[in-house]
């Protein structure tokens, strides 16, 4: 029988990845390999910047561009999107906008947030907000715990999509819905699975969705988005600006703050302009294969990984339904650094967290990449 393989001509891919040739990496949970595409993105910038010195009307279309193929991605509007340089800035000027003073001062946090979100949260406590936590147990939040959680004392709810340690796909629909019940604003973390499911910020009806680029997005550090629901933004005031969230940014006028009335009030200062152009071209490749058929792929490979990792007697941190899974799958290892380390000496590019190991496919990742991850992670932990 022939082997599986995905919707998509996976080869054509792979040969626009120079790593390949020497790793295989499965670190796509941290950050994802260069590409042709990402590569000439940059290269384009240095040479507008050498060959014009500046050119700020090109440079800004491309951070306008960038916002577009993230709005893409997300089911959203270019105008429903702000940018900053990673995800806890984008947190902290949605937490800067909502007034703790009142009857709503309850912020529920999951344990299972990525830790900067959670220190946003938790920083707004000397603003007048209490935060509520949401448990992890076994891997995973139970959502009926959102039900109890969250009431009308609550201003907002920050749900992680998908969970960085194990990746558990959590249902943020049903805390979403919840939210909405209660009078409270939804925060959704997609930093762990946008570009591997498919996301319609539309369908879920959130407040407001943030991802950085470098993981499952295929851009680097240093920028990030952020998502607006339309119908909130208008109420909103961050008092995390600058002139890039004004009507105007160009009035240069330093007495007033007129407000954009768009997402892009939500901007800050000058945007991370050589970043924008990277993070577009690795989101046209995401928009481009598709998040879906990425899904479909990710979805046989997520069911290698726990079968092979069973095979070879690891032990999986968390579930072993496919259906509640992010690309992550995480082994319990005694020392993850230094197993990281040794399977790099094999070829292999995990990913270490605290107590475990995480291999992280993407939509270029092969059966046989699978495999032979496997293989290094099992000789590697029982040989320690
Ligand atoms: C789910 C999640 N959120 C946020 C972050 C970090 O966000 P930033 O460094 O952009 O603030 C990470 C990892 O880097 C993450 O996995």
């Known amino acids: 029988m022939s082997e599986a393989q995905p919707d998509y001509d996976i080869e054509a891919w792979r040969r626009q990845i120079p790593l390949l040739a020497s790793y295989i990496p499965m670190n796509n949970c941290s950050q994802a390999p260069q590409t042709d595409a990402t590569r000439a993105a940059a290269e384009r910038y240095l040479d507008s910047w050498n060959g014009s010195g500046m050119d700020w009307d ?22 429903d999107v702000a940018v900053f340089s990673s995800v806890s800035e984008a947190a902290s000027s949605v937490a800067s906008a909502i ?34 936590w949401a448990p992890v147990s076994g891997g995973a939040i139970d959502p009926a715990v959102y039900d109890t959680l969250l009431d009308d ?22 805390i979403v819905t919840r939210a909405r019940e209660t009078g409270a604003l939804s925060f959704v973390d ?48 961050p008092s995390v600006t600058g002139w890039f969230g004004r009507a105007n940014p160009f009035a ?23 970043n ?34 069973r095979a070879h007697g690891l032990t999986l941190h968390g579930t072993d339904d496919m259906r509640h899974k992010t690309s992550t799958t995480a082994f319990v290892v005694r020392d993850s650094h230094a197993i990281e380390s040794a399977m790099r000496d094999r070829g292999i590019i995990a990913s ?23 293989d290094a992670l099992a000789q590697t932990v029982h040989s320690s």
């Open 99 to 132: 007034d703790w003073s009142g009857s709503r001062k309850n912020i529920v946090v999951s344990e299972a947030e990525f830790p900067t979100v959670a220190h946003v949260w938790l920083a707004q406590r000397r603003r007048g907000a209490c935060v509520a």
């Open 276 to 309: 924008a152009y990277i993070a577009r071209a690795g989101m046209e490749i995401i928009n481009t294969v598709g998040p879906a058929k990425i899904r479909a792929w990710l979805e046989v490979l997520g069911q290698r990984l726990i079968d092979g990792g």
């Open 190 to 237: 997609a930093y762990q699975t946008l570009g591997t499911t498919p996301i319609d910020v539309r369908a879920l009806g959130v407040d407001f969705l943030a991802s950085g680029n470098l993981k499952f997005l295929m851009g680097i550090p240093g920028i990030a988005f952020l998502y607006v629901r339309p119908e909130i933004v208008e109420s909103l005031q």
């Open 153 to 174: 004392r609550t201003a907002l709810v920050s749900a992680c999509h998908g969970y960085y340690m194990n990746g558990f796909l959590q249902d943020t629909a049903r």
């Open 352 to 374: 270490a967290r605290g107590e475990v190991i995480r291999l992280a496919p993407h939509f270029y990742t092969t059966i046989n990449d699978v495999d032979q991850a496997l």
């Open 252 to 274: 240069f006028e330093a007495k007033s703050l007129d407000w954009s009335p768009a997402a892009s009030r939500f901007d800050t200062g000058t945007p991370p302009v050589i």
């Open 58 to 79: 090109t440079w800004m279309t491309e951070v306008a561009l960038a916002k577009a193929e993230f709005a893409k991605l997300i089911g959203a509007s270019t105008s």
